[in-house]
């Protein structure tokens, strides 16, 4: 199932296939991304991973450069 970028902006954690979609990379990056013990935006529920998705978006536009944030 893919979800369009208005189903994305309505939830707050993302799987790591849904990460993978949204960010258009493999899930081997993706679990490298959430393991990574520096990032703020890797929730842990059990044994699985999320993003939260706001967070996320923080990150990315760090690493991007903009310092655009809401």
Request: with cysteine; aromatic share 8%.
């Amino acid at each position: 199932m893919e979800l369009t970028e208005t189903a994305y902006n309505n939830k707050g954690l993302l799987t790591v296939k849904e990460m993978c979609d949204y960010m258009s990379i493999g899930q081997n990056t993706a679990r490298k991304l959430l393991n990574t013990p520096y990032n703020s935006f890797t929730v842990r529920i059990g044994n699985r991973l999320y993003a939260n998705k706001h967070l996320l978006d923080k990150w990315l536009d760090q690493q991007a450069g903009t310092g655009i944030s809401s």
